[in-house]
């Protein structure tokens, strides 16, 4: 299982800046919710590391944001958070924000706003069944799945507006942007993961592999309707295939409707390595599939640029669970892994997980979202105690 989370979790994109240095400097976003429960557990986790499996000095850096914040100050992404992610962070864990489902004038979502101020242009999601939780059928599926999201425009761009007709009728009009840019950009990441996801498969036996077969890469869109927006996202994803022999040779494509992305997700999700999609085609699908391995709360992902990664669990602030120290940490403790994987601390990621994965294997420390009655705090005591 640890080949697998390896596999599952090792292979989103590096740079020359990646070679592990003697210290770390990594800024802390609780932001909302259950995220001030999950992010400190994921700290207490990373500073458990033993020094033969972490020979850098850890050091953490407590930052604000979110919107209880802007409720209180009327900024959700203080200018003071960026400039010290900016300046003198390594990286960074966000935890959860709480969004309102209506507009609030003057807000807008932190982490959309991290994203686009550090170029974090991929969100980058592992899908793989583990042992101990069940999928949402309650049947054990052979899942290892890799989604990367267009991560800075879609809908996101949040360019909306309310007007009014001629009869005095509301109506409102949203605008979705897609580049050639940025979709060559998630593109070229979910082709050289699929390259790479195979070398590392094949450092372990075949027995050993969820998925066994040529690497391969589905491109989600929606262009027999949205033909410029879609059908520009497509073209450019294809290109960037077609343009690369080695994609061309050893990697295998295919396309889907995000509508059928749904059903046959849900249907066979053992038919998928890599998929790759916009904004929010991204988000749907790779929160829907958080269902297939038993919880948003064993979910993890990492918003990465050329130069910054930011780990985030994929589950929200959950207001309903919010301080009763029920949370499942898991997510955020697999982002923590995730984190030192792209600066470089491959075995002390490699730690995290097989720490995580025999806690969740022994199914005595599972929190309520998998069916059982442990606290946030018990499930991260015992993560630190395998470690």
Not at 254 to 261: G, I, K, P
Not at 302 to 321: K, L, Q, R, T
Request: proline residues 4%; contains cysteine.
């Amino acid at each position: 299982m640890q080949a697998a989370l390896r596999t599952a979790t090792g292979t989103f994109k590096r740079n020359a800046s990646t070679k592990a240095q003697s210290s770390l400097t990594i800024g802390l976003i609780p932001a909302d919710g259950i995220g001030k429960e999950v992010i400190p557990a994921a700290r207490q986790v990373l500073e458990a590391l033993p020094s033969d499996l972490m020979p850098a000095k850890i050091q953490f850096e407590d930052l604000d944001a979110g919107f209880e914040l802007f409720q209180k100050t009327g900024t959700a992404l203080p200018e003071e958070t960026i400039q010290a992610l900016k300046g003198h962070c390594d990286g960074a864990l966000f935890g959860a924000v709480s969004s309102p489902s209506h507009k609030v004038a003057g807000y807008s979502s932190p982490i959309v706003g991290l994203r686009k101020k550090l170029d974090l242009y991929a969100n980058v999601r592992p899908v793989l069944s583990a042992a101990g939780a069940k999928t949402a059928s309650g049947k054990t599926r052979p899942i290892d799945m890799l989604i990367i999201r267009e991560n800075t425009e879609c809908l996101y761009i949040k360019d909306e507006e309310l007007l009014t007709d001629k009869d005095g009728h509301k109506y409102a009009v949203a605008k979705r942007k897609i580049t050639e840019f940025a979709s060559k950009r998630a593109g070229q990441m979910a082709f050289t993961m699929a390259l790479q996801r195979d070398a590392m498969r094949r450092e372990v036996t075949l027995g050993e592999r969820i998925w066994k077969h040529k690497p391969k890469v589905t491109i989600v869109h929606k262009s027999n309707v949205l033909s410029i927006t879609d059908g520009l996202w497509r073209e450019t994803v294809r290109e960037v295939y077609e343009s690369n022999s080695e994609f061309v040779k050893s990697v295998d494509i295919e396309e889907q409707l995000v509508d059928s992305m749904v059903y046959r997700m849900f249907r066979e999700p053992e038919a998928f390595d890599v998929i790759v999609a916009p904004n929010m085609y991204g988000d749907i699908i790779s929160d829907g599939a958080a269902a297939l391995v038993g919880s948003l709360g064993l979910v993890p992902s990492a918003n990465v640029g050329e130069n910054f990664a930011v780990g985030e669990p994929v589950h929200g602030s959950a207001p309903d669970i919010a301080g009763k120290n029920i949370a499942n940490p898991i997510a955020a403790i697999r982002s923590a892994a995730m984190l030192l994987e792209n600066k470089g601390y491959n075995a002390a990621a490699s730690a995290v997980y097989r720490a995580a994965d025999k806690v969740l294997a022994s199914g005595k420390y599972l929190t309520p979202d998998l069916g059982g009655n442990a606290k946030t705090t018990e499930v991260t005591e015992a993560v630190c105690r395998e470690l």
